[in-house]
């Protein structure tokens, strides 16, 4: 075996113990993540989370939506940059899967995590592997993105791993300008062109993959 790849399975162990026995400081958790080759990364957290593999998507995933498929942890780091994402904030994951996402950002930035997913078996083994792992401040919601915004007000930061598109991606943009309409909030896509509204303005970022919208208040009449 690789000499840089058991650093990287000793590292994970290491930080998963830390983790099962209580959530580990932001600053321990970056630095254990920064010092594993880009490479390895995302192996480092699916082993430090217990991930074994990608679940199966069900026959609730609706006409139009993406199948799971996890975020590489690249883009993740490259958004929490971005968007600046800090511990006051309320992190919204659409789509979210095992939670992934969700719980890597909490991780990383103390900010309150939410996950959003429309498979109820995943949305299941999410809140199966956040009580596992002690991570009181991330919660999953099962259901649509685009109907349960309502339940999202306290959002900051909404991440969008292309879960959807079309009419879809339309809809769930209507639901957030409310949002939008009292307070800042970022959006951010990887892989996802937004369609144009009025009310984000995108960022000037050197990726292609990763899209970081910042919203502007309406002025006062």
């Given amino acids: 075996m690789p000499s ?14 830390l983790l099962l026995r209580g959530e580990p400081a932001r600053a321990d958790f970056r630095r254990a993540l920064l010092a594993v080759p880009a490479d390895e990364r995302d192996v480092w ?15 609730e995933l609706p006409r139009g ?3 799971y498929l996890p975020c590489s942890v690249s883009a993740l780091l490259r958004m929490i940059e971005h968007a600046h994402v800090q511990s006051s904030d309320v992190f919204v994951d659409l789509g979210s899967g095992l939670g992934r996402a969700t719980m890597l950002t909490h991780l990383l930035t103390g900010a309150r995590a ?5 498979q109820p078996h995943l949305a299941r083994a999410a809140r199966e592997l956040s009580a596992r792992l ?18 999202l007000t306290s959002g900051t930061v909404f991440f969008l791993y292309c879960p959807f598109s079309g009419e879809r991606l339309a809809k769930l943009l209507d639901a957030l300008e409310p949002i939008a309409q009292t307070r800042p909030i970022r959006v951010c896509c990887v892989d996802l062109p937004l369609p144009p509204r009025p009310w984000l303005t ?20």
């Fill in 65 to 67: 939506c993406v199948p």
């Fill in 134 to 151: 002690n991570l009181a401040r991330c919660a999953v919601l099962p259901g649509d993105a685009v109907q349960v915004t309502g339940d």
């Fill in 4 to 17: 840089q790849h058991a650093d990287t399975l000793a590292s994970a162990a290491a930080t998963r113990s």
């Fill in 45 to 59: 957290l699916d082993l430090v989370f217990g991930i074994e593999g990608v679940l199966e998507d069900g026959p």
């Fill in 114 to 118: 939410i996950g959003v997913e429309i």
């Fill in 202 to 221: 995108q960022l000037a970022l050197p990726f292609d993959d990763l899209a970081v919208y910042c919203s502007t208040l309406p002025d006062p009449a």
